[in-house]
């Protein structure tokens, strides 16, 4: 026999799907000119007001104008009573941002409070690196990994499974990291009674893509993680909920990266040695190889430098070899910056932030292929300060005479000394202190 709950959450089921429907532009679509039909008068006027339905359902769809809703009472939940948890959806982006700041965050409110716990809904594969930290977690791929799936579906999909979470966890607060808020997600969180907040840094590139005009209207607090940059003022005027801001969240603490032995016994490198970090991105997003083949090259050059190049766990395997090469593929990677004299990286938010954080020298060839990230914007406050040396339009010639300046030991040592100016605490010790005190 169907208890009575079930049959409700199955109720509840078929009316999502059913405003989904009502909502598609489809049917929207049809009903306009339906209507037309049963009420003949306004036959006429359609050549006027399907253009015009059609781009509205187009700037609805784009993000430019709110979804259009049925009026219809709030949704009731089922059998909600909010227990001591916190659901944290971190989206996948070109790299490990959203995802490292989650899980800084989590693994600092679970020690704050030991009874606390999180669970991660998250589109990001790696989920193993949950187990140490005692954190559960609901996947589901993004859209470009499902052949033939069309937004509107995956959507569809987001909302049942985030929504089938949320009901099992019953979470006193939903926390999302990422640049664009997705439909099926905002659908999903409006019906449950929980601390709803948005973590959103700044730094975005001035022609990204827009979130739609309604996305912060569904959450409480919208957290500010701090950047090399100030926030935008005229973007935060058009911001009506409560704003945090803090400073940059970081995963590690500088206390927690292993000592300069550590990695290089492990490798095999003398400790005399020099010896470069080499990581230019994720290597989905754009073809990096040229620029990391010419790096290891060039450092190779020297016959006392030695290269760890560093994968990441979401990019592809290099092919990059040589007797003075080693490669590093773990997570985080920042927990071995002791064991390096200098880097060459992208210019990244955890990069950059790590490379300021723990005094590491670097080269910064900032990635000017990311969809939203302003990573020239990010890394010329560094080169401005004289903490990094930046390499735009890379080429042999400017490389070379990056790689030169970083080898001289007082170079290196000037550079420390700029970073330190940059330095701020750690967001992610701010934020817990006032997550952990919200009530619902």
């Given amino acids: 026999m169907v208890s009575t709950k079930s049959q409700a959450k199955r109720i509840q089921r078929l009316e999502r799907q059913l405003e989904r429907i009502r909502e598609s532009p ?16 306004r036959a006429p006027f359609l050549i006027i007001t399907l253009p015009w339905q059609m781009l509205m359902i187009g700037l609805e769809m784009l993000g430019r104008r709110p979804v259009k809703s049925n009026e219809k009472d709030e949704p009731s939940v089922v059998d909600y009573n909010p227990s001591n948890t916190i659901v944290m959806f971190p989206t996948n982006g070109v790299g490990f941002g959203h995802f490292t700041r989650m899980l800084a965050l989590a693994k600092r409110m679970k020690k ?66 990422g640049a664009f808020p997705y439909r099926g997600m905002l659908r999903a969180i409006q019906q449950h009674p929980m601390k709803k907040i948005w973590v959103r840094r700044g730094m975005f590139r001035k022609d990204a893509t827009n979130i739609p005009v309604d996305s912060i209207e569904h959450f409480d607090l919208l957290v500010r993680p701090g950047d090399s940059a100030p926030i935008d003022a005229n973007e935060e005027r058009k911001i009506t909920v409560e704003r ?8 590690a603490d500088r206390e927690e990266l292993y000592p300069r032995e550590h990695l290089r016994n492990q490798l095999g490198i003398p400790m005399d040695s020099i010896v470069a970090y080499v990581q230019l991105g994720a290597g989905e997003i754009n073809d990096i190889e040229s620029d990391l083949d010419m790096s290891v090259r060039l450092l190779l050059s020297n016959p006392n430098v030695y290269v760890v190049v560093g994968e990441s766990m979401i990019g592809n395997r290099l092919n990059i070899t040589g007797e003075r090469v080693r490669t590093l593929r773990d997570y985080p990677n920042s927990l071995y910056f002791n064991a390096f004299d200098f880097a060459i990286m992208a210019g990244g938010y955890n990069s950059y932030h790590e490379a300021i954080a723990f005094n590491l020298p670097t080269i910064c060839i900032p990635n000017q292929s990311t969809g939203m990230d302003d990573q020239v914007a990010r890394a010329m406050v560094a ?30 040592e000037d550079m420390i000394t700029a970073s330190k100016s940059l330095q701020n605490g750690n967001g992610a010790d701010e934020l817990v202190d006032t997550l952990c005190n919200i009530e619902r």
Avoid: Y
Avoid at 244 to 251: K, S, T
Avoid at 384 to 394: E, H, N, R, S
């Fill in 26 to 41: 489809s049917l929207r679509l049809g009903s306009h000119i339906t209507k037309a039909m049963r009420q003949p008068w």
């Fill in 112 to 177: 704050k409070d030991t009874t606390l716990e999180v669970v991660f809904f998250t589109t990001m594969p790696t989920l193993h690196l949950l187990k140490p930290h005692g954190i559960a977690a609901h996947h589901i791929s993004g859209p470009k990994h499902f052949a033939n799936l069309e937004s509107s579906d995956w959507n569809a999909l987001v909302e049942e499974e985030l929504t089938l979470c949320l009901e099992t966890h019953k979470p006193k607060q939903f926390i999302f990291d």
């Fill in 244 to 251: 945090l801001e803090c400073n940059p969240i970081l995963f």
């Fill in 383 to 412: 080169g401005d300060a004289g903490a990094m040396l930046i390499v735009q339009d890379v080429n042999e010639e400017k490389l070379s005479i990056a790689i030169e300046t970083m080898l001289v030991s007082s170079k290196r």
